[in-house]
């Protein structure tokens, strides 16, 4: 089992600035992939960035540019800096961990934490 906690949400203006932290119960080192995911009201959950044990990066066309995910082994924390934020990227934002299995992968959720952007 892996725990997630995530921190860092709060209400921000547009152009404003946040930075989401998820700390993981266990090393990331074992952790193939983790990342942000976001669920707008009345929308699907949508990947926003992934990061890899190798640091490999994967970003949302919507937020290329403006976000950046980090992740600090030695405080087993991943990292999402969200800049120029729009009203748009208005959601609860998840953290996401994967752990590649031979039969199958486990995804781990943290618990959210909202992200709103006022215009």
């Known amino acids: 089992q892996v725990q997630l906690v995530e921190s860092g949400g709060g209400l921000v203006q547009a152009g404003g600035s946040l930075r989401l932290s998820c700390a993981a119960s266990?090393?990331?080192?074992?952790?193939?992939?983790m990342g942000w995911y976001r669920q707008a009201p009345g929308k699907q959950r949508e990947l926003v960035a992934t990061?890899?044990?190798?640091?490999?990066?994967n970003y949302a066309d919507s937020v290329k540019g403006r976000f950046t995910i980090s992740r600090d082994n030695d405080k087993n924390t991943v990292y999402l800096w969200m800049n120029s934020l729009k009203p748009e990227d208005t959601a609860v934002y998840y953290c996401?961990?994967?752990?590649?299995?031979?039969?199958?992968?486990?995804?781990?959720w943290g618990q959210g934490t909202q992200v709103t952007v006022s215009s």
């Open positions: 266990i090393s990331i080192f074992s952790i193939n992939a």
């Open positions: 990061i890899t044990s190798k640091g490999s990066t």
């Open positions: 996401n961990a994967r752990i590649v299995g031979v039969i199958r992968d486990n995804d781990y």
